[in-house]
Each structure stands twice: as structure tokens, then as C-alpha cells.
């Protein structure tokens, strides 16, 4: 039983052997006898701090107050006392001599003297510090003495060590005893373990052993007077070597030097208490104790304090020691963003501190809390990363961003926000190399066919950018499949001027993907149209892109010709790009409200779409969607301007098979057809209709003329019963030398780029409805009113 509880007191563990721990190397310097240890642990290799003390025989007196010191600090907790996490006692014999040695594992901390001189603070940057070191020390103190009644009996720069995010925090509890003043009658020392403190840091009673006047005293007296020791070691810079040189107030701040003299007061009963100390306000009220303090109480600030503190941050960690930042402030603002305490803005003053990392470091210190942020359910933090997203992107792994990141991600497509949806859209820049070819294929492109019918010009315009930037990540089966049909039919057919100029700039920038047949058959004759367009830039940009074709054929002719092997897409004329294609402008903001950053742009983007980002050359039109407002673009034409807006593309189609479910209409969702367009003027309508063309269109016999006229549009839908992407298909030039194959309407997946996404097509006709169905028989027309039901006595 005796073994029992002197393990209970003395130690947890049975021996070294048995510690979990292993033990490191030692720091210079330590408290009393102690000899503190770096160590880690064997289970998970974390960083821990070991103190050992050691004693010849199982009484000595030293060992006797190291137990006390276990006991102390395994059961008093307080954020600025030393974490206790094990203890063992040891003893070892060699010969006829014992050893006997004390174990105690605490949280990673070194000395407060070492940390000083490893900081090497200056002039405000270290009183900064040093009255935020006060300030916590002074807590655990007023704690100690204030509220458990106890007294430490020995504070002083030795018994003080520092955590690796730069916390302050009490130890050496040796000496530690209750205060027993109320005990009038008990004449011995209070403190049991007093002889362990050095003369110059007791005051005068305890000099004297006067221990009926320590009694008749306040709890904090003896360690005011300590606290006091405390901060002349601190801005003297060296060890207190007499009492006498605590009269020397040259380096003491003159905010704390009343406070100091109070602290250091010759009687007792005047000393100033350690929690009056917290109350100097003139002293540790300073930018870096404000900061530190208001993120301990974040939880107790109401949003609008918190948005005002974060939107001021990133100025004031400037100003701030750039050492206390990182390892102090930037984890306690990681913490607060992953648990849901901090907002949207913190994520930029977080971003900022973690620019001043190592990569590494910031791959271990900030980028898990960027990657949790994604799975957040706030729009405004969403906002952020998404806007932010190229300056961590780089550091995200590949894995990362597919598994992780992504699937969070992919939920702005379909927002209702067209403000986020753009973001969302301009982020895939950034994360679209590293995604995998499945999720590229499978996902991405759908999305991007659903936001290149999208009702804000913008987006469509900046979806056909995206396409044409991204094209290199893609397989060449993929490419083969989307460009082509992406850039000619949607984005060179679409109403705003800017994504017209942008789907023919994506045709230059992906001019070496496609081949000679490909360039005349199917590109050239949906560039050509554009040269007669109304906008200027548009023009420009298909006489630019015209040349650069034929120049690709020219050469490849000339090649062929000289026997060489034949490229697919040689060198043009007009370099390919000089880098990315830049993203079209935008006003496009969150909640109707402008935005006061600007939208996310690439950091490499070289040459910017001249047409796209110019919407000064935009149609003057202004699309509603929900709580967003489109950008305002004026037209210089003046034929258009009283030209109402074209209603914007809403239909899906084979791009998005797998996202959106329950649509059963027969075309082929590329929205070629205005629906319910106001008639445009003659200029527009023959572009228009000369951009509408379907790919073929068989000549029909002389009986068909008695027929009234149908509308191209029309012709267009009925085409597409015979054929799903009749009107998606780049149209063949008709020749006299071979006939077209009218009979063959359903293609290869080789020769039909888009036959893996897209929807199946019809295998049958529509049957009029009056033809019927089964042996011929009609259905029966449906009853109006009231109808009078037969029913039997067996029904009743």
C-alpha cells in the first residue's frame, strides 16, 4: 500500500524504461537543480519538455520538494502554467551509492533567458513583447494567489519558460504552499521548502523568518515582491545578483516604473496586488497584447467587432514582430477560421501572414486550414478562397485538389449567385492542372457546357476563355470531342460581341490541335461569317484568324508537297499565344452589392482578350438574374442600339448528360433558336441566319414548293429530329466532285466529336397522333364534364 500511493504522489511510470518518452538533449540553463531536457515522443514523435531531478537517497530534501513540485503542478491548471503530462521516479544503484531521480514531462517549452537572447527583439518591438509576456505571467500569478490561495514563493526569470508559439508560462512549484494566515496560533515556516530560494529574491520577512508578519500580510505579498524581481531581470537583462541592485530603475518602462516601486514596497500590507497589475492600462494597452487579447475572446465579440478587427489585421501584423506573427498569431488565427469563430476576411490577413512562411511551413501551417474552409456552408468565406485561390493553389497537391477540394468546389456552378458562379468558373484556371483527366472529362467539361449557355454574357464569354486556356490538360480523344463545337457553334454564334471575339481567339490559341480537314471544313467557314459582323473587334479578330489558318494550310500544302510528312496543326503565322488568354471584364457582384476587391485574376495571364475584355464594345444590355446585376456595355454601332436584349440561352444539352436531370425536349440543347426573339433589324438577321445554317441541307423534290415557307429556326428543329447534333456540327462545304451521304446521319465516335457526352439520338420518328398506336385502333378522345359511372351491387 505504501509502494501504491508513493507512486501516486511521486510518479506515474514504474521506471525509465517505461517512460514513454525519449529523452534529448539539455538547455543551458534550468530552475534550482533541475536539468530541463529536450524530448519527444515514442509514440507519435511529438515535441515535449523533460525536467529531471536527481538525489542520492530517497530523503534527500531536494527530492523531497521535487516531489511537492510534481504534485503542484499535475494538480493546479491554468492557460499560463506549465501542462503537465507525466512523471516517474527512478532509482538506480551503483555499488553500495543509490540514485534516485524524478522525471516530469511537460508541453515543449525552453527558457524564457534563451528565448530572449534567440528572438533578439529591439527597442518597441521587444517592450511589445515583454508586456505581453507580463501580462500572462501576471495572470497565473494572481491566479495562484487571489483565487487558490496559494503562494508561489520563488518568481523570477528561471522560473519561466516559453511554448513554441511564444506564450509565457509559470513553473518551478518546489516551493508552492497554501497561505495560512488565518492559522494565528502556528509560529513555523509557512513555506516548507523556502531554503530552495536564492536570498536576492526574498523580501525582507523572509530574510528574517518573520513568519507571523508573512502570515499577517496579504496572500500576494511574497510574490509581488517576486514579480517585482521578475521585471528588473527582464529589461536589466541579466541575473539578479543582490537585493540592493532592484534600486536601479534605469531600463524599467516609465508607464510601469510606479507599478514596479509599488510591487517592490518595503512593508508587506502595501504591496501592490498582482491583480491590480492587469489594470495598468497605460502599460500593456499596445497593439500586440490588443491583437493577442481580442483573438483569446473572439468567441465574445459580435460580428461587426470582428469584422472591423480583421479588415485591419493584415495592416497591424506589419507593424507586429514578424517572429510573435507566425508562431503565435497565425495559429491562433488558423484555429478560430477552422472552427467557425473568425469571418470571411480573416482568411486575408491569414494569407498574408502565410506569404511570410517557407513553403514547406506553409504547407503544414496554413494550407490543412485552407483545404477544411473549402467544406464551409458560408458564402462569404467561399467568396474568399475563391477570389484568394492563386495564392495557395500552387501548394495544394494534385490528390488534394481532386479528392478534397473540387467536389466543394464544383457547387458554384449551379449557384444562384452568378457573382459566385464567375468566381467559380475563373478558380478552375488555378486547380484545372491538377485535376485528373476522369474528373476533367467526366465533370468539369459539363459544367462548362451548362455555364456557356449561361444567362450573364460574362460568364459565356469567360467560359469560352477558360475552354481555350485549358485545352493542353485535356486527352487528345477529349479535345477532338469539344473544341471545335465549343468555340464554332456556341461561342462564335452567340449574341454578345465580346464571346464571339473570344471563341475566335480560343481557335487561335488551340490553332496546332486540329487538323488540315478539321481547319477547312469546319472552322474556316464559321470564321469566314465573322468577318462581315457588326463589331469592329469582332472583325479584326476573323480577318486575324483567317490568315492564320490558311497560313496553317498553306504550309502544310508546301510540306506535303516536298515530300514531307504531313504536321497536324504546323507553326502559324500568328503566334499561338503568348501566354494565357485573359479573362473578359466584369461587374458582376455578390448580393447586388459591389464587390471591394477585385475579381481573381491570373497571375500569368499575358495577352488579355482584346474583343472579350473590351465590353465597352458590348451590347447595352442589363440581364436580372437572382440578387445580381449584369455588367452595363455600350455598343458603338449605332444600328443596334435600341435593339432589346436576346433572351439568354437557358436549354442543356449533351455537354451536361449526368448533371442535370428530367429533360425531354428533342433538340439538341445548344439554344441556336431564339425563343420569342423581337424581330432584329435586316443587318442582324441575315448574320444571323447565316450563322444558323444546319450542316446539310438535302435538296427537296418539286412537291415540297406547294408547302408554305418555314423559318430557318424551324428547319433547324426539324433537323434535329434526324439527326440529335445536326445543328452542332460544323457545316460541310457541298462539292460537285462527291455527294454528300444524306443517308447517314448518326456518326462514329471519331468522326463525331462530342459522341461520348452526348444524349443518344432518336432511333424512330414522332408519329402524328392521329395515326395511333396497337391493331390500328384510335385513342379516344377525351370527356368533357361530368361523366356517369356504371357501377354493380359487388363494387358498392
Not at 480577318?543 to 507553326?571: C, D, P, R, S
Request: hydrophobic share 35%; net charge neutral; glycine share 6%.
Amino acid at each position: 500500500m505504501f509502494n501504491f500511493l508513493k507512486g501516486v504522489v511521486g510518479g506515474s511510470g514504474t521506471g525509465l524504461k517505461d517512460l514513454p518518452y525519449n529523452v534529448g538533449d539539455p538547455y543551458p540553463s534550468a530552475w534550482g537543480s533541475w536539468i530541463h531536457y529536450r524530448g519527444t515522443s515514442k509514440d507519435d514523435g511529438s515535441q515535449v519538455s523533460i525536467f529531471a531531478l536527481s538525489g542520492n537517497n530517497a530523503q534527500d530534501g531536494h527530492l523531497a520538494a521535487g516531489r511537492n513540485g510534481v504534485k503542484r503542478l499535475r494538480t493546479v491548471r491554468h492557460p499560463n502554467i506549465l501542462s503537465f503530462l507525466h512523471s516517474t521516479e527512478v532509482e538506480t544503484h551503483d555499488g553500495s551509492t543509490s540514485k534516485v531521480t524524478i522525471y516530469i514531462v511537460t508541453e515543449p517549452v525552453m527558457p524564457l533567458s534563451d528565448k530572449i537572447k534567440e528572438l533578439g527583439l529591439k527597442a518597441t518591438q521587444r517592450d511589445e513583447y515583454f508586456a505581453l509576456g507580463l501580462h500572462q505571467i501576471t495572470k497565473a500569478v494572481s491566479f495562484l494567489n487571489n483565487d487558490c490561495k496559494l503562494v508561489h514563493g520563488n518568481v523570477c526569470l528561471a522560473s519561466v519558460v516559453v511554448t513554441p508559439t511564444l506564450d509565457w508560462k509559470l513553473h518551478a512549484f518546489d516551493v508552492l504552499s497554501e497561505f495560512d494566515g488565518s492559522n494565528g496560533s502556528a509560529s513555523g515556516p509557512m513555506l516548507p521548502f523556502e531554503w530552495l530560494v536564492g536570498t536576492q529574491y526574498k523580501p525582507m520577512e523572509m530574510v528574517k523568518s518573520d513568519w507571523v508578519a508573512i502570515r499577517k500580510s496579504p496572500p500576494w505579498a511574497i510574490d509581488s515582491w517576486g514579480l517585482g524581481c521578475l521585471i528588473y531581470e527582464l529589461f536589466s537583462g541579466s541575473k539578479l545578483g543582490k537585493t540592493e541592485e532592484l534600486r536601479n530603475t534605469v531600463g524599467i518602462p516609465k508607464s510601469l516604473l510606479p507599478d514596479y516601486q509599488r510591487l517592490l514596497s518595503s512593508m508587506p500590507s502595501r504591496r501592490l496586488n498582482t491583480s491590480k497589475l492587469l489594470e495598468n492600462g497605460e502599460y500593456f494597452q499596445n497593439k500586440l497584447v490588443d491583437t493577442i487579447h481580442f483573438m483569446d475572446i473572439l468567441n465574445l465579440k459580435d460580428s461587426v467587432e470582428k469584422d472591423t478587427f480583421f479588415r485591419k489585421l493584415p495592416n497591424v501584423a506589419e507593424q507586429l514582430p514578424r517572429e510573435i506573427v507566425l508562431k503565435k498569431l497565425l495559429p491562433l488565427l488558423a484555429s478560430s477560421l477552422e472552427f467557425g469563430s473568425a469571418v470571411a476576411p480573416a482568411l486575408t490577413a491569414l494569407l498574408k501572414m502565410g506569404s511570410w512562411l517557407s513553403t514547406e511551413d506553409f504547407k503544414v501551417k496554413v494550407l490543412p486550414t485552407i483545404v477544411k474552409l473549402f467544406a464551409s456552408n458560408d458564402r462569404a468565406i467561399r467568396v474568399s478562397l475563391l477570389q484568394h485561390v492563386d495564392q495557395f493553389g500552387e501548394s495544394m497537391s494534385g490528390q488534394i485538389v481532386d479528392e478534397q477540394v473540387y467536389p466543394h468546389v464544383a457547387t458554384g456552378f449551379a449557384d444562384t449567385s452568378a457573382f459566385l458562379r464567375e468566381l467559380t468558373l475563373k478558380s478552375m484556371l488555378v486547380l484545372a492542372p491538377k485535376l485528373s483527366q476522369r474528373t476533367l472529362s467526366g465533370s468539369l467539361l459539363k459544367y462548362l457546357s451548362k455555364l456557356q449557355v449561361d444567362e450573364e454574357p460574362a460568364i459565356r464569354t469567360n467560359t469560352t476563355i477558360l475552354l481555350g486556356n485549358i485545352a493542353t490538360y485535356l486527352n487528345e480523344g477529349t479535345r477532338k470531342r469539344v473544341l471545335i463545337n465549343a468555340f464554332t457553334v456556341r461561342a462564335l454564334r452567340d449574341t454578345f460581341p465580346p464571346a464571339r471575339g473570344a471563341g475566335i481567339v480560343a481557335l487561335c490559341a488551340t490553332s496546332t490541335t486540329y487538323d488540315d480537314t478539321e481547319i477547312a471544313t469546319k472552322i474556316l467557314p464559321n470564321v469566314v461569317v465573322l468577318t462581315i459582323d457588326q463589331d469592329s473587334e469582332v472583325r479584326s479578330k476573323a480577318f486575324q484568324a483567317v490568315e492564320q489558318f490558311l497560313q496553317i494550310l498553306k504550309q502544310n500544302y508546301e510540306k506535303t508537297n516536298a515530300g514531307e510528312t504531313g504536321a497536324t496543326g504546323g507553326a502559324s503565322a500568328i503566334p499561338e499565344t503568348a501566354g494565357l488568354i485573359g479573362w473578359a471584364m466584369s461587374s458582376l457582384t455578390l448580393k447586388g452589392k459591389p464587390l471591394d476587391q477585385a475579381p481573381l485574376a491570373s497571375s500569368s495571364s499575358a495577352p488579355s482578350l482584346a474583343a472579350a475584355a473590351a465590353a465597352s464594345n458590348a451590347p447595352s444590355t442589363v440581364t436580372e438574374a437572382p440578387s445580381v446585376r449584369a455588367s452595363h456595355h455600350t455598343r458603338s454601332n449605332s444600328d443596334f442600339t435600341d435593339q432589346p436584349a436576346p433572351p439568354s440561352p437557358s436549354s442543356t444539352d449533351g455537354w451536361e448528360n449526368g448533371i442535370t436531370e428530367g429533360h425531354d425536349s428533342d433538340n439538341d440543347g445548344w439554344d441556336l433558336d431564339p425563343i420569342d426573339e423581337p424581330k432584329p433589324s435586316p443587318a442582324l438577321s441575315n448574320i444571323q441566319a447565316a450563322q444558323k445554317r444546319p450542316v446539310s441541307q438535302p435538296s427537296r423534290p418539286a412537291a415540297t414548293s406547294s408547302r408554305p415557307k418555314i423559318s430557318t429556326a424551324k428547319a433547324a428543329a426539324k433537323s434535329e429530329d434526324d439527326d440529335l447534333w445536326g445543328s452542332i456540327a460544323a457545316p460541310q462545304p457541298a462539292t460537285t466532285s462527291r455527294p454528300l451521304n444524306l443517308k447517314k446521319t448518326v456518326q462514329s465516335d471519331d468522326e463525331d466529336p462530342w459522341a461520348a457526352i452526348a444524349a443518344p439520338p432518336p432511333t424512330t420518328r414522332a408519329k402524328p397522333l392521329s395515326s395511333g398506336r396497337g391493331r390500328a385502333a384510335k385513342p379516344a378522345a377525351p370527356k368533357l364534364g361530368a361523366q356517369r359511372i356504371n357501377r354493380t351491387s359487388s363494387e358498392m
